[in-house]
């Protein structure tokens, strides 16, 4: 609540009985309470009025997502396909001596 604690809520009510006094205090509170909601109500109109220009602007300018030519559908078997799904195998050693033989 606009970020005051108990105590200056407490002192803010005790200077308000000083000021205006024990008998005016209710009606000065209501008088309070309208004006606010009155410019809480108008502040949310402009906040409404506001976004809904931002939103008219983004969708009258946007130009339409489709496009007139078809699109085409992915095929199977493509160049890149064939390098993705290889198994891999395993490295083969290729320092062959003559004479010796490959482990079984």
């Not at 000083?18 to 909601?37: D, Q, S, Y």
């Not at 395993?90 to 004479?99: V, Y």
């Amino acid at each position: 609540m606009l970020g005051l604690g108990w105590i200056e809520i407490f002192v803010i009510i005790i200077v308000a009985l000083l000021v205006i006094g024990p008998e005016n205090l209710p009606e000065v509170a209501r008088t309070l309470a309208k004006t606010l909601r009155q410019v809480r109500r108008i502040v949310a109109d402009v906040r409404n009025s506001i976004n809904l220009e931002e939103f008219e602007q983004r969708h009258s300018s946007k130009p339409p997502s489709h496009s007139d030519s078809p699109v085409s559908p992915r095929t199977e078997g493509t160049v890149g396909d064939d390098v993705a799904h290889q198994p891999q195998s395993s490295p083969q050693s290729h320092d062959n001596k003559p004479g010796s033989s490959p482990l079984p």
